[in-house]
């Protein structure tokens, strides 16, 4: 998703992250803008995605499956499995 109005920033790296940048988008044929925005797309998804597996994982912490839903759970594994031809 492209954005009509664009900010200019400026943004300090230690050389070596520099160098990787350039080497980066030189071999992509990219812009460093672009390398950046896409890089940091990345990195907020990733965050994103990070913080729904902590929110799931603190609810069933606080809610955990009781043993009939584990029972039935296996059970139905075990129906699903035992259909699956394995040869």
Same mark, same amino acid.
């Given at each position: 998703? &492209? #954005?009509?109005? +664009?900010? &200019?920033i =400026?943004? #300090?790296?230690?050389a *070596?992250?520099? $160098?990787?940048?350039?080497d +980066?988008?030189?071999k992509? =044929? $990219?812009?460093? #803008?672009? @390398? @950046?925005? *896409?890089?940091l $797309?990345?990195w907020l998804e990733?965050?994103r995605? /990070?913080?729904?597996?902590r929110?799931?994982?603190? =609810?069933? @912490?606080?809610?955990?499956e #009781?043993? *009939?839903e584990i029972? +039935?759970?296996?059970?139905?594994?075990?129906?699903l @499995?035992?259909? /699956?031809d394995?040869s």
């Amino acid at each position: 998703m &492209k #954005s009509k109005l +664009a900010i &200019k920033i =400026g943004v #300090s790296l230690p050389a *070596e992250l520099h $160098k990787a940048l350039e080497d +980066a988008r030189r071999k992509l =044929g $990219k812009t460093r #803008s672009a @390398l @950046l925005q *896409e890089a940091l $797309k990345e990195w907020l998804e990733a965050r994103r995605l /990070e913080q729904m597996v902590r929110r799931y994982q603190d =609810g069933y @912490l606080a809610t955990p499956e #009781s043993a *009939e839903e584990i029972r +039935a759970a296996e059970a139905a594994a075990g129906e699903l @499995l035992a259909r /699956e031809d394995w040869s």
